[in-house]
């Protein structure tokens, strides 16, 4: 048994991370001490590294509660695990296909001021002043 600043230690988090976690109810609540202080265990280790291995793949909260439910219950069959996964491939999909398009507006943006000039003369300035 560790208490909260050994855990986030071991996760490589804040001690704030845990206790988020814990009040979106991803972790379960520890034991306490006599002194009323956290108390985990090597399964709040487990579960806490989960969960920041699908935060490192920018998963949300939704879908690793439903990532977690699967994880809790080993019998369960995994197509609906593998199709939270297809739709999160096709979130990233999206979101790269938005950050090309934000990149070529990005450069247009940027041809539109190829000299230092003042402010007042800056072409990026006045494209965005302009834009709607």
Do not use: W
Request: hydrophobic letters at 40%.
């Amino acid at each position: 048994m560790f208490r909260i600043g050994e855990l986030a230690r071991r996760a490589e988090c804040l001690v704030q991370t845990v206790r988020f976690y814990e009040a979106e109810g991803l972790l379960p609540a520890p034991a306490r001490s006599e002194g009323n202080f956290r108390l985990y265990d090597d399964g709040h280790l487990d579960r806490l590294l989960f969960i920041r291995r699908c935060r490192a793949k920018d998963m949300n909260l939704a879908e690793i509660r439903q990532l977690l439910t699967f994880r809790d219950s080993p019998q369960l069959g995994c197509q609906e695990v593998n199709d939270l996964v297809d739709a999160h491939i096709e979130q990233v999909r999206t979101k790269m296909r938005e950050l090309r398009e934000l990149e070529v507006q990005l450069l247009e943006l940027r041809r539109s001021c190829d000299s230092n000039r003042r402010a007042s003369q800056c072409g990026i300035l006045n494209s965005l002043a302009e834009m709607n």
